[in-house]
């Protein structure tokens, strides 16, 4: 079990930085439609940023409890 810190990304793996950095980049409105996958399960997920207790890392959109990628406790 481990946290998400790579993703699929248009049949690419990149990293949590390079998605967070893709969606900065991109116009608000657009972000929802940009597709992260992740590696394991290729469930769309999201990247995170880091946070007090965590690295940056990818969550599912919707929980996946098959997944092997663990997800950190929300932190709100
Ligand atoms: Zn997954």
Known sequence: MSIANQCKFF???ITV???LAVRKATPGGNRNTLVFECI???QPVRPHLAGDRCAAHFVHLV???QCQF???AREY
Do not use: D, L, Q, T
């Open 63 to 65: 929980r996946n409890p």
């Open 11 to 13: 049949g690419h793996v």
């Open 70 to 72: 663990i997800e950190p």
């Open 40 to 42: 394991k399960c290729g």
């Open 17 to 19: 930085e390079k998605a």
